[in-house]
């Protein structure tokens, strides 16, 4: 079992960046693919990106890709999403998921555990 827990979010001006943890613990969390989702205000929950466990493979959604990065710090348990660039339609819960599949997985669907999420709130 896998317990996630979110950080680093807060109110940002548009242009400004903000960097996302999520410590892990319980299991082997260095064994895990590991994913950032997001909720916009009255939206569906969508993908952000991923790291794959096996070859640390990322995949980024097109709305992100280029503003956006994901590592991981094994000996801390601790994945991070840095994000620059913000935009106001970046504002959103933000929530990392650990995946047992090997892959870069996009789908909520391959994702077995969730953290509670971090608000991530960007002013224009």
């Known amino acids: 079992q896998v317990q996630l827990l979110e950080s680093g979010g807060g109110l940002v001006q548009a242009g400004g960046s903000l960097r996302l943890s999520c410590a892990a613990s319980?299991?082997?969390?260095?064994?895990?693919?590991m994913g950032w989702f997001r909720r916009a205000p009255g939206k569906e929950r969508e993908f952000v990106g991923v790291?794959?466990?096996?070859?640390?493979?990322?995949r980024y959604s097109d709305s992100v890709k280029g503003r956006f990065t994901i590592s991981r710090d094994n000996a801390k348990n601790t994945v991070y999403l840095q994000m620059n660039s913000l935009k106001s339609e970046d504002t959103a819960v933000y929530y990392c998921a650990a995946s047992m599949k090997p892959y870069a997985a996009v789908r909520q669907s391959e994702y077995d555990y969730w953290g509670q999420g971090t608000q991530v709130t960007v002013s224009s």
């Open positions: 790291l794959s466990w096996i070859g640390s493979t990322t």
């Open positions: 319980g299991g082997t969390p260095s064994r895990y693919t």
